[in-house]
């Protein structure tokens, strides 16, 4: 197993390298925007297509019987193993210059994820997690991850992406009655919240609504952090949904507790 997750490390830091380059070539760039959506605004870019495209001939390069499951292009295949790919993570930030989009590679065997890599090219932070390590680097330099010690709400940072792309208006109630216990609530930062969180800066994460490649990177690296990610009905992250991280299972529990509270 070692040398098979070696060997998948390699190739995603390899596919990482080849999307920042990819990304910071458009970065703060005049590009044409497309929206995916008739009602609402999911939008797409070309930097989006190209490093979904090229990430993809690569795995299918070194592994051809492998799934991959991708935000802008999908090979599925009967297989054990599943690439989940998001090419750019926050791409609202990423046309809005915002550097705190990412690209999420993830690798899952048997439906179990074994290895997860965030990369946030504007910043040059990279987040990995796989057996049980999870790891920075910033700058060449690499630092081993750890979450907060915070168990009460009331001392608590909470982030999110934003209620407003919640899935639900109730879900977005509930988000509220959260946010009003918790120290302070932030805003906008997509995948980067959750680096944050496995790093010792954010307490909780929560969001509604995600689709597996929004999510599925950042399990290795939270929960080798020392953090927990869990959907808000307690269940795997692995097909999205609804979701929960926290510092530990002591505020995952609490925060649990009042965002499937019945609304008044």
Same mark, same amino acid.
């Given at each position: 197993?070692?040398?098979e #997750?070696?060997?998948?490390?390699? $190739?995603?830091?390899?596919? /990482?390298?080849? &999307?920042?380059k990819?990304?910071l070539?458009?970065?703060?760039?005049k590009?044409i925007?497309k929206?995916?959506?008739k009602?609402g605004?999911?939008p797409?870019?070309? /930097?989006? #297509?190209k490093?979904?495209?090229?990430?993809?001939?690569?795995?299918l390069?070194?592994?051809?019987?492998?799934?991959? $499951?991708?935000?802008?292009e999908?090979?599925?295949r009967?297989?054990?193993y599943e690439?989940?790919i998001d090419?750019? *993570?926050?791409?609202?930030?990423?046309?809005?210059?915002?550097?705190?989009?990412?690209?999420?590679?993830?690798v899952?065997?048997?439906?179990?994820?074994? =290895?997860?890599l965030?990369?946030?090219?504007?910043? *040059?932070?990279?987040?990995?997690g796989?057996?049980?390590? &999870?790891?920075k680097?910033v700058n060449?330099?690499?630092s081993?991850?750890?979450?907060s010690k915070?168990?009460?709400?009331?001392? /608590?940072?909470?982030?999110?992406?934003?209620p407003y792309?919640?899935a639900?208006?109730d *879900?977005q109630?509930?988000?509220?009655? $959260?946010?009003?216990?918790?120290?302070?609530?932030?805003?906008?930062?997509d995948?980067y919240?959750?680096? =944050? $969180? /496995?790093?010792?800066?954010?307490?909780?994460v929560?969001?509604?609504? =995600?689709?597996?490649?929004?999510?599925?990177?950042?399990e290795?690296?939270?929960?080798?952090?020392?953090?927990?990610?869990?959907?808000?009905?307690n269940?795997?992250i692995?097909q999205?949904?609804?979701?929960?991280?926290?510092?530990?299972?002591?505020?995952?529990?609490?925060?649990?507790d009042?965002?499937?509270?019945?609304?008044?």
């Amino acid at each position: 197993m070692q040398k098979e #997750i070696n060997n998948f490390l390699k $190739l995603s830091n390899q596919l /990482a390298d080849e &999307a920042r380059k990819i990304s910071l070539y458009y970065f703060k760039k005049k590009i044409i925007i497309k929206n995916k959506k008739k009602r609402g605004f999911d939008p797409v870019t070309v /930097a989006d #297509i190209k490093i979904q495209k090229k990430l993809n001939k690569i795995i299918l390069n070194s592994y051809p019987n492998h799934s991959i $499951l991708g935000e802008e292009e999908s090979f599925l295949r009967e297989s054990n193993y599943e690439w989940c790919i998001d090419p750019i *993570d926050g791409t609202k930030s990423f046309i809005q210059g915002v550097p705190l989009w990412g690209t999420l590679i993830s690798v899952s065997k048997n439906n179990k994820i074994v =290895l997860g890599l965030v990369d946030i090219p504007a910043l *040059d932070e990279r987040y990995i997690g796989y057996l049980d390590v &999870a790891y920075k680097i910033v700058n060449n330099k690499q630092s081993k991850l750890s979450v907060s010690k915070v168990k009460n709400l009331s001392e /608590a940072i909470l982030n999110t992406t934003s209620p407003y792309t919640f899935a639900s208006k109730d *879900d977005q109630n509930q988000f509220e009655k $959260l946010s009003n216990k918790t120290k302070t609530t932030r805003v906008g930062g997509d995948c980067y919240s959750y680096c =944050l $969180l /496995a790093d010792g800066y954010v307490d909780v994460v929560v969001e509604s609504g =995600l689709k597996p490649w929004d999510i599925r990177a950042l399990e290795p690296i939270l929960k080798n952090a020392g953090g927990v990610l869990k959907t808000w009905e307690n269940n795997s992250i692995h097909q999205g949904g609804r979701i929960i991280a926290c510092c530990n299972n002591s505020l995952y529990k609490k925060c649990r507790d009042i965002l499937n509270e019945k609304p008044s």
